[in-house]
Nanobody, 126 residues
Framework: QVRLVESGGGLAQPGGSLRLSCSVS????????IGWFRQSPGKEREGVTC????????NYADSVKGRFTISRDIAINTVYLQMNSLKPDDTAVYYC???????????????????WGQGTMVTVSS
């Protein structure tokens, strides 16, 4: 059974940092593209960053380039999102998603056979 569990959300001040974790089970990270998505109230879910199954291709949304970094620890089947220089606009529910497809396809959010976590809330506010 495929399962993704996010953690690490919370409250951060503008300019601060948070690290999100996504622990997966039921599949191995080297067989699936995986990424982070977010959804703010009144907005559609957007792909933040996705990595290919082999980790050779990573894409980032323009809004987070240079501030967010995705990484994987295959040994413990966990994906991380390091978020630095946080802005109020980064406030959203962050989801982990995985699928057997290419990273850019996963990040489009349109791939039907995507597995999702339950999400973790990130609030950036002073």
């Amino acid at each position: 059974q495929v399962r993704l569990v996010e953690s690490g959300g919370g409250l951060a001040q503008p300019g601060g940092s948070l690290r999100l974790s996504c622990s997966v089970s039921g599949f191995t990270l080297d067989a699936y593209a995986i990424g982070w998505f977010r959804q703010s109230p009144g907005k559609e879910r957007e792909g933040v960053t996705c990595t290919s199954a082999r980790g050779s291709f990573i894409n980032y949304a323009d809004s987070v380039k240079g501030r967010f970094t995705i990484s994987r620890d295959i040994a413990i089947n966990t994906v991380y999102l390091q978020m630095n220089s946080l802005k109020p606009d980064d406030t959203a529910v962050y989801y982990c998603g995985a699928a057997q497809t290419m990273a850019h396809v996963l990040c489009s959010g349109d791939f039907e056979d995507t597995y999702w976590g339950q999400g973790t809330m990130v609030t950036v506010s002073s």
